[in-house]
């Protein structure tokens, strides 16, 4: 079976795998930024950018910022 990429190219066994792994990281921040309260659209968003730092997002509502707050510290 071929995997295909966003533009329809055939992919490669090796970024397949990748592609998988980052999936499942994206989605394990995910839900890490849901139990902590983040909205799903925010979770998603924040899960995505592997530049914000996870344990930060959840510390600042953890200590009492609001969520949104969060959001315009952390992007």
Same mark, same amino acid.
């Given at each position: 079976? #071929? +995997?295909? /990429?966003?533009?329809?190219?055939?992919?490669?066994?090796a970024?397949? +795998?990748?592609?998988? #792994?980052?999936?499942?990281?994206?989605?394990?921040?995910?839900?890490?930024? #849901?139990?902590?309260?983040?909205?799903?659209?925010?979770?998603?968003?924040?899960?995505?950018?592997? /530049?914000?730092?996870?344990?930060?997002?959840?510390?600042?509502?953890?200590?009492?910022?609001?969520?949104?707050?969060?959001?315009?510290?952390?992007?």
């Amino acid at each position: 079976m #071929e +995997h295909h /990429d966003e533009e329809g190219s055939v992919m490669t066994a090796a970024e397949v +795998h990748e592609s998988t #792994e980052v999936e499942r990281i994206e989605s394990w921040r995910r839900e890490e930024l #849901e139990r902590a309260g983040y909205s799903v659209a925010a979770a998603k968003q924040l899960a995505r950018r592997h /530049d914000v730092d996870l344990h930060l997002a959840v510390e600042l509502v953890g200590r009492g910022c609001p969520h949104d707050v969060a959001l315009q510290i952390l992007l």
